[in-house]
């Protein structure tokens, strides 16, 4: 595979490393202390092995809290603005963040290969199929990053939705407020094992990703829009609110849908 040339030193793109299970042992019972959580289908979560999380994006709490109640490690696809800042370029990438232009094409080669390393060697990864935090709380059209790296390792993807957090630290505050409940769904995995012989069609692609934020909403009970998301489109509620494809429960694409493919 030829890569792109990285702008980091390729230590940023390992991955978790222990130190985040270190301070989950003393970030986890303060986080308790500091907010009420409702957590659901963490059992669903395998012991061993690799799979794909996949959550909605509200809030800059939502990486953090999920590495801090998960019981395994979870590297996060996180924006490479955070290299930029002498306070997160070394915390992060040890805490498990892989840095990511996001403009997208080869420039996000480099955080594509170290998600597929995490993968092999068997571990949690975590990716946002909206691929940024959602402004206005709306729930945005899924980019197909997750269902092509699930399809080519073989791993299960799990939608997980996140209530509450939003509320307690909304987008541009620098600061968490102390109190509030915030409630993580993880969901059942979405098995692509049927995509195999499927993986280079863009179709299979989008159709997986439906399905994955069909069953996001269902667990964040939030409203759809059926555009990406974007910090303009966020703010000013542009969107056009749309129902998603009930892949879970019908196979058959909706061609207008599916013509919009990344």
Known sequence: MVTSPKPFPDWVFNGATPIQSRLRSIVQPLARRAW???????????????????PNHISFLDSALLMVLSPRNISFIGKS???????????????????????????????????ERVLQRGE??????????????????GHTGAARLAIK????IFPVGIVGTREIQPPDTSLPRLGGTVKISIGRPINVVRYTERANDPLALREITDELMFEIRELSGQ?????????????????ETAEIPRFATSKTPNPGEMANVE
């Open 223 to 239: 409203e759809y829009r059926n555009t990406y998301a974007t910090k303009r489109r966020s703010e000013t509620f542009v969107a």
């Open 36 to 54: 009420k959580f409702e957590l659901d289908g963490f059992d669903r979560l395998p012991a061993n092995g690799a799979a794909i999380l996949c």
């Open 153 to 156: 390792l073989g791993c299960p």
């Open 81 to 115: 603005e955070y290299m930029d800042s002498w306070k997160t370029r070394w915390l992060f990438p040890k805490m498990g963040m892989i840095p990511v232009d996001r403009s997208g094409g080869e420039k996000s080669r480099a955080a594509l290969d170290a998600a």
């Open 124 to 141: 949690l990864f975590g990716i946002y199929p909206e691929g940024t935090r959602s402004r206005d709380g709306m729930l945005y059209k």
